[in-house]
C-alpha cells in the first residue's frame, strides 16, 4: 500500500502504482483535513462571493447563483466541459491523471467532500480508469476538457476502461458496488480547474524517458564496443573536467557497462607506445561524434530529466485549483494556480532532449548500417546473399521517417498560447498537448531504439565477437536472440519491431540511473 495525503508522492511511486500494481490507501490525517477543508467553505460560503459556487463561470462569474442552483451548477460544468475528441488516453495515462488529482485534492486546500477522494482511490484500486480524450483542454483554468471527462465518469455517466473493454460508468458501479459521486458544493469545479491531465501524462513520461535513457546509454556502449572504440572518451579523466553531472554519469555508466570488454582498446597501445610509419594512418585517431560524443550528448538528457521530474513532483504534490480554501487561516484565495506554465515547459524540455537521443540513435543506426563509414559490416548489415537480399535496410527507412516526425513535434507548446474563453483566458500553458506530444515522442524514439538493437545483434552475429564482448553485452545479445533469430532472409519484420520494443522497456526499467 503507498499512503496518499501527508507525504509526497514521488515518480517512483507513480511507477508502483501504475505498472507494478501497488493498492494505495488515504492517509487519514490528510483525510480529516480534507474534511475540514468542506466544513469550513460550506459554512464559509455563505452570503459571500466565492467563484464558482454562487458566481457563473469564467467570463460568466458577474451573475450571481441562487442558492438552489448551485448543486446544478456543477453538474452543468461537468456535462457541458465533457467535450473532448481524438482517442482516449492510454490507460496508463488516465490511471496517472486520476492519481494525480485524487494527490491534489488531498492536499486539503479545494474544499471538497471527502466522498470524492474515497471515490478516485476506489476506482483506482480496482482498476477502473476514465475516459479522457486526448484533445480539449488548453491548460490554463487547467485541464478543463480533460479533467470534465473524468468528472463525468466520477458521477456516473460516460463509459469507464475495465479489464479492456469500455462500459457504461453506470453499469460499472452497480457490478462493483460502488456509489457514484454526488454533489454537495463545488466537486466539478474542484475536479476540472487543476494541472492533473498533463501531470499525471508527465509522470508516465518521466518514467518512461528514464527506461528509454538507459537503453540508450546501453546501445551507445555496445556500439563503441563492437566497433573497437578507444576508451578515452567515456574515461573519468576525460569527463570529469567538464562540470555537468549527466555527462560524467553517463561517462560512468558506460564504464561499467564494458567493464570486462576485450574489444575496447586503450589509446596508448595503439597510437603512443609503437612507433607509427606510414603517413595514412590504418587506425581512426578519433571515433565519430555518435560515438566518441556519448556522454556529451546523453548527458544533458540525463541533467534535464532530473530537472523535469523535480517539476512535476513539486506540480503533483500541490494544490492547483481555484480558488485556494485555507481552512486553519479560514479564508478563501483567489488566482492561477490552475495555470500549466511549470508543466508546460517541462514537457518541451523533454520532448527536446528524447528527441535528441531518437536523432543519436539514428546516426548510430546509419553508422552500422554504412559499410563505407564503418568498414567493418557488410552494407546494411546483410547476412544474406549481397545484392539479393536486403538485410535491415527496410527497417533504416522506419527510424528515420519516425526521428523525422519527433523533431517536427518538437516544436514547444510552451509558445503556443492562444487567447479564447472570451479573452478571459488571454494566455494559455497547452500543457496537455505538451505532454501527449511528448509521450508520442518517447513512443516513437522506443521504436528508433528497437531497430538499432535489431542492427546490433546482426553486426554481432557478423563479426562473431561473443567471446570478447563484455558480460552485459553478451547477455543483450542473448536476450535479443531469444526474441529474434538472425535477419538472412526477406520477410516482413514489423512484428520483430514490436517484440523488441517491448523487451526494451522491461530493460530500461530494470536499471536504475
Not at 513520461?205 to 528509454?212: G, K, P, S, W
Amino acid at each position: 500500500m503507498i499512503k496518499v495525503g501527508q507525504q509526497r508522492l514521488s515518480a517512483d511511486d507513480f511507477e508502483k502504482i501504475l505498472y507494478a500494481g501497488e493498492k494505495i490507501e488515504l492517509d487519514a490525517g490528510a483525510l480529516e483535513k480534507v474534511e475540514k477543508s468542506f466544513t469550513f467553505l460550506k459554512t464559509y460560503s455563505q452570503n459571500k462571493i466565492i467563484y464558482g459556487i454562487n458566481t457563473g463561470l469564467g467570463p460568466m462569474a458577474q451573475y450571481k447563483i441562487s442558492d438552489d442552483d448551485q448543486r446544478q451548477l456543477q453538474y452543468n460544468l461537468i456535462r457541458s466541459h465533457s467535450s473532448g475528441s481524438g482517442q482516449p488516453i492510454a490507460e496508463d495515462l488516465s490511471r496517472a491523471t486520476m492519481l494525480a488529482r485524487l494527490n491534489s485534492l488531498m492536499q486539503a486546500a479545494s474544499g471538497v467532500h471527502t466522498s470524492t477522494v474515497t471515490l478516485l482511490r476506489d476506482l483506482l484500486n480496482e482498476k477502473i480508469s476514465a475516459c479522457i480524450f486526448e484533445r480539449g483542454g488548453v491548460g490554463a483554468s487547467g485541464d478543463l476538457v480533460q479533467l470534465a471527462h473524468l468528472a463525468l465518469n466520477l458521477i456516473g455517466e460516460g463509459e469507464v476502461l475495465l479489464n479492456g473493454k469500455w462500459l457504461p460508468a453506470k453499469e460499472v458501479y452497480l457490478s462493483k458496488n460502488i456509489n457514484p459521486l454526488e454533489v454537495h458544493l463545488r466537486e466539478g469545479l474542484a475536479l476540472m480547474n487543476g494541472t492533473s491531465a498533463m501531470t499525471g501524462v508527465g509522470m508516465s513520461n518521466i518514467i518512461h524517458a528514464r527506461y528509454l535513457l538507459v537503453c540508450s546509454i546501453m546501445m551507445s556502449a555496445i556500439t563503441n564496443e563492437l566497433m573497437k572504440s578507444f576508451d578515452d572518451h567515456f574515461s573519468f579523466e576525460l569527463n570529469h573536467v567538464k562540470h555537468h553531472k549527466g555527462q560524467s554519469k553517463v561517462a560512468e555508466i558506460i564504464r561499467t557497462l564494458l567493464g570486462d570488454s576485450k574489444l575496447i582498446r586503450k589509446r596508448p597501445e595503439h597510437l603512443y607506445h609503437r612507433k607509427i610509419e606510414e603517413a595514412v594512418f590504418t587506425d581512426k585517431v578519433q571515433e565519430y561524434y555518435s560515438l566518441r560524443c556519448v556522454p556529451q550528448i546523453l548527458g544533458p538528457v540525463y541533467d534535464t530529466l532530473l530537472e523535469v521530474r523535480r517539476v512535476l513532483e513539486d506540480e503533483v504534490n500541490s494544490a492547483n485549483d481555484n480558488p485556494v480554501i485555507d481552512h486553519e487561516k479560514e479564508m478563501v484565495y483567489h488566482g492561477g494556480n490552475f495555470h500549466g506554465d511549470y508543466v508546460s515547459l517541462a514537457m518541451d524540455k523533454l520532448k527536446i532532449v528524447v528527441t535528441k537521443l531518437s536523432m543519436l540513435s539514428e546516426r548510430q543506426l546509419n553508422y552500422l548500417l554504412n559499410d563505407k563509414l564503418n568498414q567493418k559490416l557488410p552494407p546494411f548489415i546483410n547476412l544474406g546473399k549481397l545484392g539479393l537480399n536486403l538485410g535491415i535496410q527496410g527497417m533504416q527507412f522506419t527510424a528515420t521517417s519516425t526521428v523525422a516526425e519527433n523533431q517536427t513535434l518538437s516544436y514547444p507548446m510552451y509558445l503556443h498560447s492562444i487567447s479564447n474563453n472570451n479573452d478571459n483566458q488571454d494566455i494559455v500553458s497547452m500543457g496537455c498537448n505538451a505532454a501527449l506530444m511528448t509521450r508520442r515522442v518517447i513512443d516513437n524514439s522506443f521504436d528508433v531504439l528497437a531497430i538499432q538493437a535489431l542492427a546490433l545483434a546482426q553486426a554481432i552475429d557478423f563479426l562473431k565477437c561473443q567471446t570478447r564482448m563484455s558480460s552485459f553485452s553478451h547477455k543483450f545479445f542473448d536476450e535479443i536472440r531469444a526474441l529474434v533469430p538472425p535477419i538472412i532472409e526477406d520477410k516482413p519484420r514489423y512484428k520483430d519491431i514490436q517484440l523488441v520494443r517491448q523487451y526494451l522497456i522491461k530493460l530500461g526499467s530494470t536499471m536504475p540511473l
